[in-house]
Every structure is written in structure tokens, then in C-alpha cells.
């Protein structure tokens, strides 16, 4: 629900904003600092013959955008490390594991003649798992590797300073180990809903 509502204000502000001036010019760069909330698909696979489900998490996260043309420019994400526990069939607590989800992505900012700027990217994601504790045994979730979608929306609050809201879709899918035996895959697919300050240097 917080990702479809967060998805529909996001496409009321881009319909509502036209077009140009008050382009972002090659050779800029934005830094932004905020928080995220990660909420993974509600059906996450299965792991050993039983429904997975893993839990949404807060965090900060951190972006730097560079412009290599007007309106174009190259982001990385960065966040502190999100935390989920794992469980089975509704209610086997299977354990708990850590993740850092560095994103590379081309985003292309729309120019507008308002303070609402709207933009869209698509990307890579490495997610790197790690510190998996299990009461089961020694729990292993393998690193994944896939595309990232984007929409934000920024609300210029200076002439170099912005207040923006972002979504973000990831393909993270798993494999999974139990005491060195593979369990099946983790279908994560989580979005990110956030909200930062960036700042155009």
C-alpha cells in the first residue's frame, strides 16, 4: 500500500509539471542524504518447502548525481545496512540477515518552468548480503546482481537545494543456503520509498 500511494502521488506531480527551463547543466553534482523504507514483495518464494517472507526495514540512504549532459547524469545510491528476518510458513522464525544495496543509475531530469522537477532513471543493483544468523544452522543468502528502476520528484526549496521524494524498484533475487545445502531462492523485489535533501554543487 505505502509503495502504490507513494507511486501515484509520484505520477499526479509528473503529469501536473510542463516543460522547459531550469535545466540541470552538464558538469553539476548533487549529494542527498535521507531515509529510506525497503519493503520487499509479499510473496518471497520458497525456502525448504515452506512460503518465505522477509520484513521491510528503515535506513538512511545517501545519493551523489553527476550530470554528464544537461539533464542527464549518472547517481549512486548508498545506504547504512538494512536488516530483515526471514520467516517460514507464516510463522518458523528462520532467521535474520544484513544487506547493502549499492545502485548505479542514469537518470534523465525533466526541465520545468515551476519548482516541482520530476525525473526518472534505471540502473544496476549489487546487493551484498551478509551477518545471516539462523537458529536452524549456519544460514547463507547469496549476493545478488540486477536492474534498478526509478521515479522522484524534487521541490527546489533553494536555488541549489531541494527536498525530494524518490521510489525505487530493485531486482534482487537469492539463492539460499542451510548448512551447505541449497534451500531454494529468495525473491525479494523490494521498492525503496524515500525522502532526502539534495544539494546542487
Given at each position: 500500500?505505502?509503495?502504490?500511494?507513494?507511486?501515484?502521488?509520484?505520477?499526479?506531480?509528473?503529469?501536473?509539471?510542463?516543460?522547459?527551463?531550469?535545466?540541470?547543466?552538464?558538469?553539476?553534482?548533487t549529494v542527498g542524504v535521507g531515509v529510506g523504507y525497503?519493503?520487499?514483495?509479499?510473496?518471497?518464494?520458497?525456502?525448504?518447502?515452506?512460503?518465505?517472507?522477509?520484513?521491510?526495514?528503515?535506513?538512511?540512504?545517501?545519493t551523489a548525481e553527476y550530470f554528464i549532459r544537461d539533464?542527464?547524469?549518472?547517481?549512486?545510491?548508498?545506504?547504512?545496512?538494512?536488516?530483515?528476518?526471514?520467516?517460514?510458513?507464516?510463522?518458523?522464525?528462520?532467521?535474520?540477515?544484513?544487506?547493502?544495496?549499492?545502485?548505479?543509475?542514469?537518470?534523465?531530469?525533466?526541465?520545468?518552468?515551476?519548482?516541482?522537477?520530476?525525473?526518472?532513471?534505471?540502473?544496476?543493483?549489487?546487493?551484498?548480503?551478509?551477518?545471516?544468523?539462523?537458529?536452524?544452522?549456519?544460514?547463507?543468502?547469496?549476493?545478488?546482481?540486477?536492474?534498478?528502476?526509478?521515479?522522484?520528484?524534487?521541490?527546489?526549496?533553494?536555488?541549489?537545494?531541494?527536498?525530494?521524494?524518490?521510489?525505487?524498484?530493485?531486482?534482487?533475487?537469492?539463492?539460499?543456503?542451510?548448512?551447505?545445502?541449497?534451500?531454494?531462492?529468495?525473491?525479494?523485489?523490494?521498492?525503496?520509498?524515500?525522502?532526502?535533501?539534495?544539494?546542487?554543487?
Open positions: 500500500m505505502t509503495s502504490k500511494l507513494a507511486i501515484l502521488t509520484l505520477s499526479t506531480a509528473l503529469a501536473a509539471v510542463s516543460a522547459p527551463a531550469f535545466a540541470q547543466s552538464q558538469g553539476d553534482w525497503l519493503d520487499p514483495k509479499s510473496d518471497n518464494g520458497s525456502l525448504a518447502g515452506f512460503s518465505a517472507d522477509v520484513d521491510s526495514d528503515t535506513r538512511p540512504i545517501f539533464n542527464l547524469g549518472i547517481e549512486l545510491l548508498a545506504a547504512t545496512p538494512f536488516s530483515h528476518d526471514i520467516t517460514l510458513g507464516g510463522s518458523v522464525d528462520a532467521g535474520s540477515v544484513k544487506h547493502l544495496p549499492p545502485t548505479l543509475s542514469l537518470n534523465y531530469h525533466f526541465a520545468t518552468n515551476s519548482a516541482w522537477k520530476p525525473y526518472v532513471g534505471a540502473g544496476l543493483n549489487y546487493t551484498v548480503f551478509f551477518d545471516e544468523e539462523s537458529p536452524l544452522g549456519d544460514l547463507k543468502v547469496d549476493n545478488s546482481f540486477g536492474v534498478s528502476l526509478q521515479a522522484g520528484l524534487d521541490y527546489m526549496v533553494t536555488d541549489k537545494g531541494a527536498v525530494r521524494l524518490n521510489v525505487r524498484w530493485f531486482d534482487i533475487d537469492s539463492d539460499v543456503t542451510l548448512n551447505g545445502a541449497d534451500i531454494g531462492k529468495a525473491e525479494i523485489d523490494p521498492w525503496l520509498v524515500g525522502v532526502s535533501y539534495v544539494h546542487r554543487f
